[in-house]
Nanobody
Framework: QVQLVESGGGSVQSGGSLRLSCAAS????????MGWFRQAPGKEREGVAA???????TYADSVKGRFTISQDNAKNTLYLQMNSLKPEDTAMYYC?????????????????WGQGTQVTVSS
C-alpha cells in the first residue's frame, strides 16, 4: 500500500502562484509514476502533470509553460509549482501514484490517491 498526503492549496488571484506538495509513504518502491490530477465541480477528473522514475515529465496542454512537476526522491515528495494561475485552474487537486505509463495521464490507471487539496483562483 502507498499513502499520499497533499498540502499547499489555497486561494490566490489570477496571475499568482502556488506550490503543491505530496508526501508519499508505505511501499513506494512499487511506484514508477506519480502525477497530479484535478477536478472542478461538475467536471471529470483530468490529468495535469506526471513524472516517472527517470524524471521524464508529461503535462496537459492547458498547463504547459505555467506548471512544473518535480520530485525529491530522498524525501518521497512530489511537487507541483503553479505559476500564472488562471480562474479556470480552480479545482480540487489530487496526487496519484502507481506502476503505470506516465505519458497516459489517465486517472483510471492510478490506484493510489491522496485526499486532495483545494486551489481557488479569483479574477
Amino acid at each position: 500500500q502507498v499513502q499520499l498526503v497533499e498540502s499547499g492549496g489555497g486561494s490566490v488571484q489570477s496571475g499568482g502562484s502556488l506550490r503543491l506538495s505530496c508526501a508519499a509513504s508505505g511501499y513506494t518502491g512499487s511506484i514508477s509514476c506519480m502525477g497530479w490530477f484535478r477536478q472542478a465541480p461538475g467536471k471529470e477528473r483530468e490529468g495535469v502533470a506526471a513524472i516517472d522514475s527517470d524524471d521524464s515529465r508529461t503535462y496537459a496542454d492547458s498547463v504547459k509553460g505555467r506548471f512544473t512537476i518535480s520530485q525529491d526522491n530522498a524525501k518521497n515528495t512530489l511537487y507541483l509549482q503553479m505559476n500564472s494561475l488562471k480562474p479556470e485552474d480552480t479545482a480540487m487537486y489530487y496526487c496519484a501514484a502507481d506502476r503505470v505509463i506516465c505519458q497516459w495521464l489517465i486517472p483510471v490507471y492510478f490506484n493510489y490517491w491522496g485526499q486532495g487539496t483545494q486551489v481557488t483562483v479569483s479574477s
